[in-house]
């Protein structure tokens, strides 16, 4: 029987624990192998699932994105409409047509009967209620814009 310098100084050597534990392990993880087994292939369906989810949403943003900055462009130039009305005398009607051809410039489904212009001593109001349909292959979906533009007094 020989004693090594290790078991002398620590009872035991360090590798041979590591080694215990390791066969210890294998020994008593047949059931965790089966479990293993089971949920093999398991990452790969969540893979799946988050790059549909993700398509998806790209998808959306790709089909809905350009509706919503021709709206903004829309609120920005009948924010201009309205400034400058009452300084170039138009009339409610060349307003309201004004807006129209905004409308028809910036990709925006807008009927004379939607805009709603108000004038009264110099102030003009511009209230457009408009709806795009927009088609995303799994259902349709109507956005509602209602951009208005005011132009008042600073005094």
């Not at 369906?45 to 089909?63: D, E, M, P």
């Not at 400058?84 to 047509?97: G, L, M, W, Y």
Request: glycine share 4%.
């Amino acid at each position: 029987m020989r004693i090594l310098p290790s078991e002398t100084w620590f009872g035991n050597d360090a590798h041979t624990l590591a080694e215990r534990r390791i066969v210890s392990r294998a020994c008593s993880g047949a059931n965790a192998s089966r479990k293993r087994n089971r949920e093999k292939g398991g990452s790969r369906l969540k893979l799946i699932i988050w790059l549909v989810v993700l398509g998806f949403i790209i998808n959306v943003a790709v089909i809905v994105v350009p509706v919503y900055v021709n709206e903004f462009q829309f609120q920005n130039n009948i924010q201009e409409i309205a400034r400058f009305a009452s300084v170039n005398r138009k009339t409610v009607e060349d307003i309201q047509r004004s807006v129209l051809e905004v409308a028809d410039k910036d990709s925006c489904p807008v009927q004379p009967s939607d805009v709603k212009v108000k004038s009264l001593s110099g102030n003009i109001r511009i209230d457009v209620d408009y709806s795009v349909p927009v088609d995303l292959k799994l259902f349709q979906w109507t956005i509602n814009f209602h951009p208005s533009a005011v132009n008042d007094a600073l005094f």
